[in-house]
């Protein structure tokens, strides 16, 4: 009988790789990977002889009828991503619905995750928390992920590249979050592993001054819920309402992706985008 194995590596110390994801690895017939090359580096660390195969975001479609022929006969597969859980921001999403869909066994294999890792050591909130993962570069979409982090009553967790830090600081001020706090962790569980912890303005100074480099994971803390919030965040539903309208969604269609957006009553926007319709004679 086949199985498809998702087995978690480490997201720097060699050492916290598990001894069953070892094992596990050893045993597959195959190892799918986004980086050939670093998980090749990672296998040869632990005597791990087992044929890398390549699943990126480019080929995952074309991979997924071939995958299922390997389970189809019997073999074993696992999926690993460069560092830590796979599928979180990486690559797999569609093989793993495939592979449920088609009824072959799937086994997660855990271990280290920078989400988890950075959440718990920043210090804020962990339940609830929301995992926004890459905020989108630029846009519309970037202006309404970066709506729900200012409002959101939540811990957020994002990850961001080096060269990209200090533009996601500078849009968080330019939203008003200057006084945030939050916490960037670097590095974690390596030898240079850095947590900064402060306000939004702060870690900008900082990270303006100093070059940034390494996997960045930012932990901000849940907003304050203020009688002007209350204000701003109706103004933004307002704001969003309009933009989702303009682009051909229905008023029910509208209200739900405002209230998951910024967590507000899905009712209540619904209210307030019917009388924004009547009021401008579109009802």
């Not at 790789?17 to 998980?39: C, G, K, P, W």
């Not at 195969?53 to 991979?63: G, Q």
């Not at 995750?113 to 519309?140: D, E, M, N, Q, R």
Request: charged share 25%.
């Amino acid at each position: 009988m086949s199985n498809f194995y998702l087995v978690a590596t480490p997201i720097g110390n060699l050492a916290d790789f598990t001894n069953r994801a070892v094992e596990v690895l050893r045993s597959a017939d195959v190892i799918l990977a986004e980086d050939t090359r670093r998980t090749g580096i990672l296998t040869k660390s632990f005597d791990i002889c087992v044929p890398l195969m390549s699943l990126h975001r480019h080929n995952e479609a074309t991979r997924i009828p071939e995958v299922l022929r390997m389970l189809d006969q019997g073999k074993n597969v696992a999926l690993v991503s460069d560092a830590g859980t796979p599928a979180l921001s990486d690559p797999g999403e569609r093989l793993i619905d495939a592979i449920i869909a088609t009824g072959h066994t799937l086994n997660p294999i855990p271990g280290p995750s920078a989400v988890l890792t950075a959440l718990v050591a920043s210090g804020f909130p962990c339940v609830p928390f929301t995992f926004i993962g890459f905020i989108p570069k630029k846009g519309k979409d970037r202006l309404r992920v970066l709506a729900k982090v200012r409002y959101s009553a939540q811990t957020i967790v994002i990850f961001e590249s080096p060269n990209r830090l200090v533009s996601l600081l500078e849009d968080l001020i330019a939203a008003d979050q200057e006084n945030r706090k939050l916490v960037v962790a670097r590095e974690m569980t390596k030898i240079h592993e850095e947590f900064f912890r402060g306000t939004v303005s702060e870690a900008l100074g900082y990270f303006t001054e100093n070059r940034v480099r390494g996997e960045i994971t930012v932990v901000v803390s849940p907003t304050e819920k203020t009688q002007k919030e209350s204000e701003d965040k109706l103004m933004a539903a307002e704001i969003l309402s309009k933009t989702f309208l303009q682009e051909g969604f229905s008023p029910s269609q509208v209200a739900r992706k405002v209230s998951d957006l910024l967590e507000i009553s899905k009712n209540k926007t619904y209210e307030m985008i019917h009388a924004r319709l009547e009021k401008s004679g579109e009802l």
